[in-house]
DNA sequence: CAGCATCCCATAAGATACTG
DNA sequence: CAGTATCTTATGGGATGCTG
């Protein structure tokens, strides 16, 4: 449970401050049902997800709202590399958030999709984004607040 | 508004089913408020946060409950370099996420502590993370369900 | 103690050329 | 059309040594 939010041992410092303890006890239950193994791999989809082009391409073809082929994507995802781009799709499909089909014609044609779980993920990073939109400003050292916090070992 | 998931076009194929509608149309009036610099933005603060290695210090901090030393999160955030932590604090400080708090000692005393920021950031994410971990089985190109579309131009 | 400076390497990404 | 192959460059990160 390496990233989870809980606190490992009671005997620690914690925040007392109610707003905080109101905030985080949900997602501390949860995390303290979680394994390792489980952390691990949400840890590297979320670092996958999060690099330079995967969220880009989600969202073009949640745009398009179909299939797109593979020089469409090259088109709408500006500034990416031919190379970069099947790299990003095949990691994509690995991971079930898009769907490749190949249809044996001459010349061949290629067409991605997204999967519910493609849409559902976007729609998830969306609503974090959302947050982080809302509060852009404050994204700024010289806004930065301390965190009240209390001994209580 | 390069990566918000609204349409652009009222003529392009859309989703139609109930479930997908109902889910996105929130999100979908927020996209279509965002600029292209807070979408680019929080683009920005999305790909430095899923990095390596600040989540992992961001929880380190909030685990510990209490401003920590250099020396102490070189312990807890096993695995890291001391170049890399700098780094990475130097921008989590930038971003507003910890405070760096220097005490002129002989030797010296550095502590860093999450800010209320930092704390919310972590709250949002651990979200989205428990939604992963959730879905963890889906992530598969196996287990992969195409969209239904229709078009609607 | 808490770093900065330096060197080195592995990987990511870009550019270009070629092909089933 | 939709890639693959190859080369080059940029970046991230690790290891080591030094210092106010």
Redesign the pocket.
């Known amino acids: 449970m390496i990233y989870c939010i809980r606190s490992k041992e009671g005997t620690q410092t914690i925040y007392t401050h109610p707003e905080v303890t109101d905030l985080t006890s949900d997602i501390f239950d949860f995390c303290s049902s979680m394994t390792d193994e489980q952390d691990g791999r949400a840890r590297e989809l979320i670092e996958r997800a999060a690099?330079?082009?995967p969220l880009r391409i989600l969202h073009v073809l949640s745009d398009a709202g179909a299939p797109l082929?593979?020089?469409?994507?090259?088109e709408r995802v500006e500034?990416?590399?031919?190379?970069?781009?099947?790299?990003?799709?095949?990691t994509l499909e690995r991971d079930g958030l898009i769907i490749?089909t190949?249809y044996p014609e001459?010349?061949?044609?290629?067409?991605?999709e997204l999967t519910s779980l493609g849409r559902d993920l976007l729609m998830q990073v969306a609503t974090l984004w959302r947050w982080i939109v809302e509060h852009l400003d404050d994204f700024d050292a010289r806004k930065a607040v301390k965190l009240m916090a209390t001994a209580n070992a």
Do not use: C, D, H, N
């Not at 082929?69 to 090259?74: G, I, K």
């Open positions: 690099a330079k082009w082929r593979f020089s469409r994507l090259m500034g990416i590399s031919q190379k970069v781009l099947t790299q990003t799709l095949r490749r190949l001459v010349p061949p044609r290629v067409e991605y």
